[in-house]
């Protein structure tokens, strides 16, 4: 991602958390701008302070077996990068 994008992971929604993490941030776009294994990035703007940045929402497709872990490790990096 361009250095001017922030990073933050989003899991499909699943529970009344989800509205709550939509009224925090909008789409920029409805098309993702990049799509991989365990997910797509979406262009999205924090509602609060404007600020531009990468949303990943990841594919859960066998929820029996819980988050794949690399998705685990790619969010555990990406929420180093804010620290």
Same mark, same amino acid.
């Given at each position: 991602?361009?250095?001017?994008?922030?990073?933050?992971?989003?899991?499909?929604?699943?529970?009344?958390?989800? /509205?709550?993490?939509?009224? *925090?941030? =909008?789409?920029? +776009?409805?098309?993702?701008?990049?799509?991989?294994?365990?997910?797509? !990035? $979406?262009?999205?703007?924090?509602?609060?302070?404007?600020?531009?940045? /990468?949303?990943?929402?990841? *594919?859960? =497709?066998?929820? +029996?077996?819980?988050?794949?872990?690399?998705?685990?490790?790619?969010? !555990? $990096?990406?929420?180093?990068?804010?620290?």
């Amino acid at each position: 991602l361009p250095p001017r994008f922030s990073t933050m992971a989003q899991r499909a929604p699943q529970t009344d958390s989800f /509205a709550e993490f939509e009224h *925090k941030y =909008e789409k920029l +776009e409805a098309k993702p701008i990049g799509e991989g294994t365990y997910g797509q !990035v $979406f262009k999205a703007k924090c509602r609060a302070t404007g600020r531009h940045l /990468a949303l990943k929402r990841i *594919k859960l =497709e066998d929820e +029996e077996e819980g988050v794949p872990s690399t998705a685990i490790r790619e969010i !555990v $990096f990406l929420k180093s990068l804010h620290e």
